[in-house]
């Protein structure tokens, strides 16, 4: 069963920087476009950044854009979120997944920022 692993999340303060990591099991990697969501409490989860299959296009939702970048190595069946300039409105839970067909959400990874 493919199965995605969220990793990297922690307590960060205003203005520092984390790297998350998401293993995606399966041979199918390489050729699926991923992306990183974010849910904080009480609100929907929301799109965050998207990387394609060959990580030539990124995209970025306007919130994050210039401090946030997505990356993938298909070698390792592996995509990052590289998170700078952290702000609380960054906490969540943050999760990767393939941007169409989705597979089963994985349990995410907790991102605190505080001052």
């Known amino acids: 069963q493919v199965r995605v692993v969220e990793s990297g999340g922690g307590l960060v303060q205003i203005g520092g920087s984390l790297r998350l990591s998401c293993a995606v099991s399966?041979?199918?990697?390489?050729?699926?476009?991923m992306a990183w969501y974010r849910q904080a409490p009480g609100k929907q989860r929301e799109l965050v950044a998207g990387?394609?299959?060959?990580?030539?296009?990124?995209t970025y939702a306007d919130s994050v854009k210039g401090r946030f970048t997505i990356s993938r190595d298909n070698a390792k069946n592996t995509v990052y979120l590289q998170m700078n300039s952290l702000k609380p409105e960054d906490t969540a839970v943050y999760y990767c997944?393939?941007?169409?067909?989705?597979?089963?959400w994985g349990q995410g990874t907790q991102v605190t920022v505080s001052s």
């Open positions: 990387i394609s299959t060959g990580g030539a296009t990124t």
């Open positions: 997944n393939r941007r169409s067909e989705p597979l089963p």
């Open positions: 399966g041979r199918t990697f390489s050729l699926s476009s």
